[in-house]
C-alpha cells in the first residue's frame, strides 16, 4: 500500500453550497470572482452576488417544476453563467451534468437520454442543436433555456434569467458525512477504462474533498487571478471553475474558447497567475506568430500552471518552461473523471522536471499490482494503479455492471501502468494497461485489429472492444467513423479484412458511429492539406527536375564527347562523379542546420540558383582538374536541397501523407531520368558545333541557366514551417501545428530561440539508434540508384549507338514511375507496415541484380535493368517516409541534422556504387551486378530487422 506524503486532514461533512459560500477565510463580498474577459467591466459576478442567483435560479427551477434528483444539462462553450447554473441546480435539489458543444446530434440524444435529463441549458449558438436534441428525447421547449448575459434583451429563446423573476430560496442543508457521500451533485461523462461513454456520479463528499485536499492544503501566498481554459463539461475544469473560486475569492477569467493569442493578451491585461491547459494548448502558445521575448513578457506575472489530459513530452516542457518565469511551477497532473478529476500533482510551491506526474493528493492510497494480479509492495517497480480515497467516485449512473468492474473494495481500477519513486514518492506513468479480448482461449489485442481497420482508405476513426456474442463467447466489435464519402459498402470489407489479420471467425460487428463531428474537423484539415500541397509540391517538384538534370547529366555529356574532349580515363569519370558525392556528403547536414534556423522560401531558392551557376560552368571547363573542382563546388552547393525537402515534408505531413508525396517528389527524378537521355541526345545531337561550342558543353550551359532561372521564381510560391508561414492564416497555422502533435513531432520554425545548440542536436541525432536502422537502407538503395550513371553506357555497351542508348534510358524509368506510384499509395495506408514494404522491395531488387549477373543478351539485359531501377526509385519514397516519420519526438534540428546525414549516407553509398562498372568489364559487368546484388540483400535485412525494433521498442522507451 502506497500513501501520499502529505499528511492527511480533515473533510467538512456539509452539503456543497455550505461549503462553497462558506469558509473562515473572508472574501470581499464586492470582488468580482467570475469574469468575462471580453467584457469584464460589466460582465463579472462576486460571491455574494454568486450566492444571490444561485439561490433565485434554485427557486426558479422549482417554480418550473423541477424535483429533487432531477437533471438539468449544461450545452455551452465556456462562460461565468455556468458555475452558477451547476450551483443553482443543486440547490434546487437537482443534478447538473454538462455536454460537449462539439456533439453530433445523435450523441446529443444518447447523452440526454442516459443522464435523465430534465432541463437544457445552452449558448444561443446552439440552440437550434439544443432544441432537436429536446425534441427526441422528450424535453419540452419550455425547459430548454438560453445561456445569455444578465443584461441581454429579447432573447430569441427562453433566456435563463426568466427563472430569477420568482423570488429565492436557500439550499438544504446538512452536515452528515454519510449524507454528504450518498447525494450525487454532479454527473460527467467518461469512458472509464473501457467500453462505452458513461456518467460518473461524483457526490457532495467527493467535490468538497477534491477542493480541499488539491487548494486548500496548499494555500497560496499570493491572490490568485487565473484563467479558465479547461472545457467547463469536463471534470477537469470542475474544482478550478465551480468551487474554489466562490470558496476561496480567486478572480477566474473565463475565455468562451480557447485562442493561443487571446491567452497571452488576458494573461498580460489582467495579470493572472495562474492557469490549467493541455499539452496541445500549451504547443498552440509556442508557435503562434510572436517572438518569444513577448510571450515571457505576456506571461511574466504567472506564478503556477497545472497541465493535464495528456502525457507532455520533454521537449514541449524544456520549450515550455523558456516562455514561463523561473519562479512559476508547472505541475504535469493525472486523473480521472472518476476521481474527481486531479489524484496527483506537483504541489505548490515545488518545481519539478522529471516527468513525474507529482505525488498523490493527501488522504489518498494506491496499490499496484502486476499482469497475474499479485500486489507490488516495493517502490520503482511497475503495475496497475488502484486508487482510494474521499474523491473517488459513487460510481455509473444506471450502470451498476460497469461500476462494478473498476471498483473493488473502495479502490478504483484506473488501467494505468505506472511506478511510484522511492525518495520523492512521485508517480510515472508508463502505458495503458492492455485490455486484451480472449477468443476461443487466444488473446486478441483491440490495438492490432484498430491498426488493420486505420490501414483501410474509408476509415477515419476506429475503437475495438471486446462484447458478447449470441453464443455466450467473447468476440471483438469495432466502431468506426467513416471518412467523407466513403460507402457504406466498404463496412463489410473492413469486418473480412480484420478477421483475416486475426485469423478468427468471430469479428463479425462491424458499427458505424456518427460521423458528422469527425468529417468537419477532416474537411478543414483536408482543405488545409490540400492548399499546402498547392504552394509546396508543384515547385519543388519542378525544383527537383533541374536538381537531378544537373547532376546527372554527367553521363550523358561523357558519351556524347566529353570524355574525348578532355582525353578522360574511366579513372577520371570516377574521379568526377566522386568530388560531387564526397562534397554532398560532407554539406546535407550542416545545410540543414542551417536550413532550421531559415525561411525554407528564401534559403532553397538562394542554393538552387548557386548550384544552378555551377551547373553552367561546367560547359567551360577545359580540363579534367577544372571538372573535379566544378563538381565539387556543384556538390556543395546542391547538398542542401534534398534533406531540406526530406526536413519540410516532416514538418507539414503526417505519416500517413508522406510516401505518396514523396513519390511525386522523386517522380521528378524519375522523369528526369527518363527523359533527361531524350533531352540530353537531343541538345548534344543537335547544337554540336553551333557556334563553335561542343554538343556536350552546350547540354551544360542550356540546363544550368534554366536552373538560375527558377531559383528566380520559386521563392514565391515555397512555403516556410507551419508555425510561421506567411502563406496561411493565423487559424491554419494552428491547425498545421495542432494536426502533428499526434504525430510525436516538434514543429520548427525560422526563429530557433527555443532550439538545442547545434552541438546538442548533433549529440541528439547520432546517438538515436532508430537513425541508423532507417539511414542503411535508404543508403543500399541510393547506393543502388548510381547505376543511372552507367545506364547509357550499359546499353551502348550492348552495341548502340551514343544518342541511340541515351534515347533508350527513357523506358526503365516510365517502368519504374507506374509501379513506383501505386506501391507508395499502398504505404502510406498501412504506414505500419513501411519497413516490410522496404524489406520486400529490396529483396526483389537482389534478386532482379543477380539474374542480371553475366547477361550479355540484349532483351534479358534490358528487361532487368527496367526492374532493377523500378526497385530502386519504388523503395526510395518509402524508405523516405518511413525515416522521417520514425526517428521520435525530436528536437526540430535534430531531426533536420539526422534527415541530413540520412541523405549523406546514401550519397557516401554513390561513391563506392560509381565505381563498379569499368568499361574493361563490358559487356558483363560482373563485379557491378553482384556488389549490387548484395547491398539489395544486406538492405532488405536491415529493413526487415529495424522493422521489427521499432515497434518493439517505441519511443517512449528512451524517455
Request: overall charge neutral.
Amino acid at each position: 500500500m502506497f500513501s501520499s506524503p502529505i499528511p492527511s486532514v480533515s473533510i467538512p461533512s456539509t452539503d456543497l453550497l455550505s461549503y462553497v459560500f462558506g469558509g473562515s477565510d473572508p472574501v470581499d463580498p464586492g470582488l468580482p470572482i467570475l469574469i468575462s474577459p471580453e467584457n469584464p467591466d460589466h460582465e463579472n459576478i462576486s460571491k455574494s452576488q454568486a450566492k444571490d442567483l444561485v439561490q433565485r435560479l434554485a427557486r426558479g427551477l422549482q417554480v418550473a417544476g423541477l424535483q429533487p434528483g432531477n437533471t438539468i444539462c449544461l450545452f455551452s462553450s465556456n462562460n461565468i453563467y455556468q458555475p452558477i447554473i451547476s450551483l443553482g441546480s443543486v440547490a434546487a435539489g437537482g443534478v447538473w451534468t454538462g455536454m460537449n458543444p462539439g456533439l453530433s446530434d445523435g450523441e446529443i440524444k444518447r447523452h440526454l437520454t442516459n443522464s435523465d435529463t430534465r432541463f437544457l441549458f445552452c449558448c444561443p449558438t446552439l440552440l437550434v442543436k439544443a432544441l432537436r436534441g429536446a425534441s427526441e428525447c422528450g424535453i419540452p421547449k419550455a425547459n430548454v433555456f438560453t445561456i445569455t448575459p444578465l443584461t441581454t434583451k429579447d432573447p430569441t429563446q427562453n433566456p435563463w434569467t426568466s427563472l430569477l423573476a420568482h423570488g429565492s430560496s436557500p439550499w438544504t442543508s446538512f452536515n452528515d458525512e454519510a449524507t454528504a457521500k450518498s447525494t450525487t451533485a454532479c454527473l460527467y461523462p467518461t469512458s472509464g477504462t473501457s467500453g462505452l461513454p458513461k456518467l460518473a456520479m461524483l457526490s457532495h463528499h467527493n467535490v468538497i474533498s477534491a477542493a480541499v485536499l488539491l487548494n486548500e492544503v496548499e494555500r497560496r501566498d499570493y491572490q490568485v487571478r487565473q484563467v479558465m481554459l479547461w472545457p467547463m463539461f469536463h471534470a477537469a475544469s470542475l474544482i478550478w471553475s465551480h468551487i474554489t473560486p466562490l470558496r476561496q475569492g480567486w478572480q477566474t477569467y473565463i475565455p468562451s474558447r480557447f485562442d493561443p493569442s487571446k491567452f497571452l493578451d488576458i494573461v498580460g491585461q489582467f495579470q493572472c497567475t495562474d492557469t490549467g491547459m493541455a499539452p496541445a494548448m500549451m504547443l498552440a502558445i509556442l508557435h503562434i506568430d510572436r517572438p518569444d521575448h513577448e510571450k515571457q513578457r505576456k506571461l511574466s506575472s504567472m506564478r503556477y500552471g497545472v497541465c493535464g489530459s495528456a502525457p507532455v513530452g520533454p521537449e514541449l516542457e524544456r520549450r515550455w518552461r523558456e516562455i514561463i518565469p523561473s519562479n512559476c511551477p508547472w505541475s504535469t497532473a493525472y486523473g480521472m473523471t472518476e476521481l474527481t478529476g486531479v489524484v496527483s500533482k506537483v504541489h505548490y510551491p515545488t518545481h519539478d522536471n522529471t516527468s513525474s506526474v507529482g505525488a498523490l493528493i493527501p488522504n489518498t492510497e494506491a496499490m499496484l499490482f502486476d499482469d497475474e494480479g499479485i500486489e507490488i509492495t516495493a517502490y520503482n517497480q511497475p503495475g496497475e494503479l488502484f486508487i482510494r480515497g474521499p474523491t473517488v467516485f459513487k460510481g455509473y449512473y444506471k450502470n451498476r455492471v460497469a461500476t462494478d468492474e473498476c471498483l473493488e473494495s473502495e479502490f478504483i481500477r484506473t488501467g494505468d501502468v505506472v511506478y511510484i519513486e522511492s525518495e520523492s514518492k512521485k508517480l510515472f506513468i508508463l502505458d495503458r494497461k492492455k485490455d486484451l479480448i480472449k477468443v476461443r482461449g487466444f488473446q486478441v489485442a483491440p490495438a492490432e485489429l484498430e491498426s488493420e481497420l486505420f490501414s483501410h482508405p474509408g476509415v477515419a476513426e476506429a475503437a475495438v472492444v471486446g462484447i458478447t456474442n449470441a453464443s455466450g463467447m467473447e468476440c471483438p466489435r469495432a466502431y468506426v467513423v467513416r471518412r467523407q464519402g466513403s460507402m457504406p459498402a466498404a463496412l463489410k470489407k473492413l469486418s473480412d479484412m480484420s478477421k483475416s489479420e486475426v485469423q478468427i471467425t468471430d469479428t463479425q460487428h462491424v458499427e458505424q458511429v456518427d460521423p458528422m463531428v469527425a468529417e468537419e474537423r477532416a474537411l478543414v484539415e483536408k482543405r488545409l492539406v490540400r492548399k499546402i500541397d498547392m504552394r509546396l509540391m508543384p515547385m519543388l517538384w519542378l525544383l527537383m527536375v533541374f536538381s537531378y538534370l544537373d547532376r546527372s547529366n554527367l553521363g550523358a555529356a561523357n558519351v556524347a564527347g566529353m570524355n574525348k574532349t578532355l582525353n578522360l580515363s574511366d579513372q577520371d569519370y570516377y574521379h568526377a562523379i566522386v568530388t560531387f558525392q564526397v562534397a554532398y556528403v560532407i554539406s546535407g547536414t550542416p545545410s540543414n542546420m542551417i536550413l532550421v534556423r531559415l525561411r525554407p522560401s528564401l534559403y532553397i531558392p538562394a542554393i538552387m540558383f548557386l548550384w544552378g551557376t555551377c551547373a553552367t560552368f561546367l560547359g567551360a571547363v577545359q580540363s579534367r582538374e577544372q571538372l573535379w573542382a566544378v563538381r565539387f563546388l556543384l556538390g556543395v552547393t546542391e547538398a542542401g536541397f534534398a534533406p531540406g525537402v526530406m526536413f519540410m515534408f516532416s514538418c507539414w505531413y503526417k505519416r500517413e501523407e508522406q510516401a505518396k508525396r514523396f513519390i511525386i517528389f522523386l517522380s521528378a527524378s524519375i522523369l528526369s531520368g527518363a527523359f533527361g537521355g531524350v533531352l540530353a541526345g537531343a541538345i548534344s545531337g543537335h547544337l554540336d558545333g553551333a557556334r563553335g561550342i561542343e554538343g556536350w558543353r552546350w547540354l551544360f550551359i542550356i540546363e544550368g541557366v534554366l536552373t538560375v532561372a527558377m531559383a528566380l521564381f520559386a521563392p514565391f510560391s515555397l512555403l516556410d514551417y507551419p508555425a510561421t508561414s506567411k502563406g496561411l492564416t493565423a487559424e491554419e497555422r494552428v491547425v498545421a501545428v495542432e494536426r502533428l502533435t499526434t504525430e510525436d513531432i516538434t514543429a520548427a520554425t525560422d526563429s530557433h530561440e527555443n532550439g538545442l545548440s547545434h552541438g546538442r542536436a548533433f549529440v541528439s541525432a547520432v546517438t538515436n539508434w532508430r537513425l541508423y536502422f532507417l539511414a542503411l537502407p535508404y543508403m543500399q538503395l541510393v547506393g543502388s540508384s548510381a547505376l543511372a550513371y552507367f545506364y547509357p553506357s550499359l546499353i551502348q555497351g550492348l552495341g548502340y549507338t551514343s544518342v541511340k542508348a541515351q534515347y533508350m534510358t527513357a523506358p526503365l524509368y516510365i517502368v519504374a514511375l507506374t509501379i513506383a506510384i501505386p506501391t507508395s499509395v499502398a504505404a502510406d495506408m498501412f504506414t505500419l507496415q513501411r519497413g516490410f514494404f522496404v524489406f520486400a522491395i529490396m529483396l526483389l531488387g537482389a534478386i532482379f541484380c543477380a539474374l542480371a549477373t553475366g547477361i550479355r543478351a540484349y532483351v534479358p539485359r534490358y528487361v532487368f535493368l527496367c526492374f532493377i531501377n523500378s526497385a530502386i526509385w519504388t523503395g526510395s519514397p518509402i524508405a523516405l517516409s518511413y525515416a522521417a516519420s520514425n526517428l521520435g519526438p525530436v528536437d526540430p534540428e535534430t531531426r533536420a541534422i539526422s534527415l541530413g546525414i540520412i541523405n549523406g549516407l546514401s550519397q557516401l553509398a554513390q561513391i563506392y556504387g560509381s565505381a563498379l562498372f569499368p568499361r574493361s568489364e563490358a559487356p558483363e559487368y560482373l563485379t557491378g551486378f553482384t556488389t549490387y546484388t548484395l547491398l539489395f540483400a544486406t538492405g532488405s535485412v536491415i529493413a526487415l530487422s529495424g522493422s521489427f525494433l521499432l515497434r518493439k521498442y517505441p519511443y517512449k522507451a528512451d524517455f
